[in-house]
């Protein structure tokens, strides 16, 4: 069972991903990776609400934790993403993109699990 909630997840993740990632690529343009800056900007912060909601306030079983954070979490943001795109920046000689792209992610990433925890806590 644990396996299929995080296939589940997983699979409306990579949905839910291409769906974000496409859609702010075409609005903003190619030039810069705001498709995954954003899936990975809204991860961070659904992973902080998520973890107050099910761990702190209902004590979910982990067929939830599984579901949501591991599967639709897991497959909705990217790390590998994130790191060949910096690379790619590098090797093209766009070290200031690469570093603007570096700092806005690890920033926004950590405060909006921040703000998520914040928001859940006052919610909850």
Do not use: D
């Amino acid at each position: 069972m644990h396996w299929l909630a995080i296939a589940l997840g997983g699979a409306f993740g990579a949905v839910a991903r291409a769906f974000i990632a496409g859609w702010m690529q075409k609005s903003l343009g190619a030039g810069f990776p705001f498709g995954t800056l954003a899936v990975n900007f809204i991860g961070s912060f659904v992973i902080g609400f998520l973890f107050v909601l099910l761990v702190e306030r209902l004590n979910m079983p982990g067929y939830w934790r599984e579901l949501l954070v591991v599967g639709f979490l897991g497959a909705l943001t990217t790390f590998s993403t994130f790191s060949l795109e910096i690379v790619n920046f590098l090797q093209h000689g766009q070290w200031h993109i690469a570093l603007v792209y570096l700092l806005a992610s690890l920033i926004g990433c950590f405060t909006l699990t921040w703000l998520g925890l914040t928001v859940g806590r006052v919610i909850f």
